[in-house]
Every structure is written in C-alpha cells, then in structure tokens.
T-cell receptor, first 113, second 115 residues
Framework: SQELEQSPQSLIVQEGKNLTINCTSS?????LYWYKQKYGEGLIFLMM?????EEKSHEKITAKLDEKKQQSSLHITASQPSHAGTYLC?????????????FGSGTQLTVLP | DTEVTQTPKHLVMGMTNKKSLKCEQH?????MYWYKQKAKKPPELMFV???????INESVPSRFSPECPNSSLLNLHLHALQPEDSALYLC??????????????FGPGTRLTVL
C-alpha cells in the first residue's frame, strides 16, 4: 500500500517567515494532492500535482513534485496567521474510475503574530 | 454552488441508537466518499460511490451502512456503534472524469460521539 511520510510533524514559525513542508512516498506518485485543515473542520483543497517536475502556486503557497515523482514539497512565503492549520498531502492510489486517496499524517503549522 | 454540505454538525448517540449522517452536493459530481478521521490522525477512506453505485468498501464494519439515493445525496446509516467509533466523519465528492485526476471537495464533517 502507498505510504506517505510528512515532515516535520509540527512547525512553529514567526509571522513573515518562510517555511517548507515535505511529503515523501514509498511508491511513485501518480497524483499528489495538498489539503489544509483547520481543527475539527473539513479539508480545503490547495493544489494537485501530476507530472514530474511540476510546480504550482496559489497566492503565497507553492507546491512542487520532484522529477522522480516520489517527493513533494509545499512552500509558504511570508507566512501569516491565516496560514495556520494542518497540512495534509494525499496520494491517489486508485486505478479505477473513483479516486482513492491515502493521506500523510499531516503537518501542524502554528504562525505566531 | 461549489460546496459539500453535511448534517448534522454534531451528533451524540448511545450504543443502541440508530442514526444517519447526510451529505449533499450540487456540483454534478458523480463520485462521493465517506471518510473517518480520529483526533490528530489523517482521514481514512471508508466508502466510495461512483455513479450511485458502491465501488469501494474499505472493510468497514456492517454497523456502518452507506446509501446513495441519487447523484446529489449520500447517507451513512449508523446502528449499534461502539465508543471507539467516535470521530469526525467527512464526506467528499469529485467530478469523476474519465481522463486525468480531479480533486475531492470535502464537507465540514459531522462530529460523532458514541456514549
């Protein structure tokens, strides 16, 4: 089964600082998803990466999928308190018509004002 | 309408009760999902419906019974649950395109407590 490891498990940064979260897979990634979750709430979709070397950005968040498609990173520039939450990477392990996502254990981000 | 709604937001039930969780989306998505999330853990897939048919059951106990009455609705019927079933239950939907991959849109979840 697909295993995803995220690092770090938790992160505390001062507002305005940059940070990076990593997601490493034990298998080749065919679809890699990044979500954000506030405590006790649903997941908010951030980005999806499919191709090796692909990079996507949304506002101050950039995600990359490495060429070998076994690792992804999420980079936040000039962090703000609104970025606080748990970031989850998810891998698509489905080969059929419905998507089966397996999630990493998450990175809990705290941004100090 | 680009959201997935779930009701109720909170549910407390006894081990002998029967209750149902509801999920609704009006985005025309043809795949719908139930996930279970324990505290400080990632969501775990329970069921997947594709075109209103159950396509994946991740070995979930029979005390959880999913139902997809139509393409917009997904229910999860609960009966004789155990305290360890207490968790956040998340519903999601996706476009179910034949080519490429589509993101899953998640609802806000139902916080279930079993006494």
């Amino acid at each position: 089964s697909q295993e995803l490891e995220q690092s770090p498990q938790s992160l505390i940064v001062q507002e305005g600082k940059n940070l990076t979260i990593n997601c490493t897979s034990s298998k080749t990634l065919y679809g890699l998803y990044w979500y954000k979750q506030k405590y006790g709430e649903g997941l908010i979709f951030l980005m999806m990466l499919q191709k090796g070397g692909e990079e996507k950005s949304h506002e101050k968040i950039t995600a990359k999928l490495d060429e070998k498609k076994q690792q992804s990173s999420l980079h936040i520039t000039a962090s703000q308190p609104s970025h606080a939450g748990t970031y989850l990477c998810g891998a698509d392990r489905g080969s059929g018509s419905a998507r089966q996502l397996t999630f990493g254990s998450g990175t809990q981000l705290t941004v100090l004002p | 309408d680009t959201e997935v709604t779930q009701t109720p937001k909170h549910l407390v039930m006894g081990m002998t009760n029967k209750k149902s969780l509801k999920c609704e989306q009006h985005m025309g998505h043809r795949a719908m999902y139930w996930y279970k999330q324990k505290a400080k853990k990632p969501p775990e897939l329970m069921f997947v419906y594709s075109y209103e048919k159950l396509s994946i059951n991740e070995s979930v106990p029979s005390r959880f019974s999913p139902e997809c009455p139509n393409s917009s609705l997904l229910n999860l019927h609960l009966h004789a649950l155990q305290p360890e079933d207490s968790a956040l239950y998340l519903c999601a939907s996706s476009q179910e395109g034949l080519a490429g991959r589509d993101e899953q849109f998640f609802g806000p979840g139902t916080r279930l407590t079993v006494l």
